[in-house]
């Protein structure tokens, strides 16, 4: 039974580039979150996406976007990247239906030079 | 603005002590409750949940939750030096017709067990 999946592992961009994570949830799961973690802080909710639209966001600026495909995979989507973005970023699933809690993915560490 | 606070520690405890963490929340509409184990470098991984006020054991650990007192707490017994780690309380709302909003964490607690 396959986990949180996400890719890349880590990630060196420049500012005011542009990335995007992805994310394949755990097979059943039907809603894909994403957090920010900075070094030595909690992880901060991004955004939550089901049936293909965003539910629910944090407090995020537009730079941030994401989408959530037919088979309920997920990508992030960060533009006009700054400094301050470097951190782990965390993609978590769920069953909408069924809620027993989030699984989180391995992360993407994403550094901003 | 949804908080949940926690003592940054670090925690030091003796090995084969009983390593008390806690988390108070401000959001009183909160309904669901986690604690997340972090291994540096690692992504969070969940550890213990609770729902209803009282307590629930799991092994060496036990989660308790007073929303009353919108406090929570994880007690981790025998501990052990492979227990070190930064614990993450997380606390979530419920949508009426399933799921749930995204989870609101804590900074966690850094626990060191002293072998």
């Known amino acids: 039974d396959a986990g949180v999946t996400q890719s890349p592992t880590h990630l060196i961009k420049t500012r005011g580039q542009q990335v995007t994570l992805r994310c394949s949830p755990k097979s059943g799961h039907d809603t894909v979150s994403w957090y920010q973690q900075a070094l030595g802080q909690g992880p901060q909710f991004i955004f939550q996406?089901?049936?293909?639209?965003?539910?629910q966001r944090g407090n995020f600026p537009d730079r941030f976007s994401g989408h959530q495909y037919p088979n309920y995979s997920s990508e992030l989507n960060v533009n006009a990247l700054l400094l301050g973005d470097s951190a782990l970023y965390l993609c978590?699933?769920?069953?909408?239906?069924?809620?027993?809690?989030?699984?989180f993915g391995s992360g993407t560490r994403l550094t901003v030079v | 603005q949804k908080e949940v606070e926690q003592n940054s520690g670090p925690l030091s405890v003796p090995e084969g002590a009983i390593a008390s963490l806690n988390c108070t929340y401000s959001d009183r509409g909160s309904q669901s409750f986690f604690w997340y184990r972090q291994y540096s470098g690692k992504s969070p991984e969940l550890i213990m949940s609770i729902y209803s006020n009282g307590d629930k054991e799991d092994g060496r650990f036990t989660a308790q939750l007073n929303k009353a007192s919108q406090y929570v707490s994880l007690l981790i017994r025998d501990s052990q030096p492979s227990d070190s780690a930064t614990y993450l309380c997380a606390v979530v709302r419920m949508y009426s017709g399933g799921g749930a909003d995204g989870l609101t964490f804590g900074k966690g607690t850094h626990l060191i067990i002293q072998p």
């Open positions: 978590a699933s769920s069953l909408a239906g069924a809620y027993y809690g989030y699984t």
């Open positions: 996406y089901y049936e293909e639209e965003e539910r």
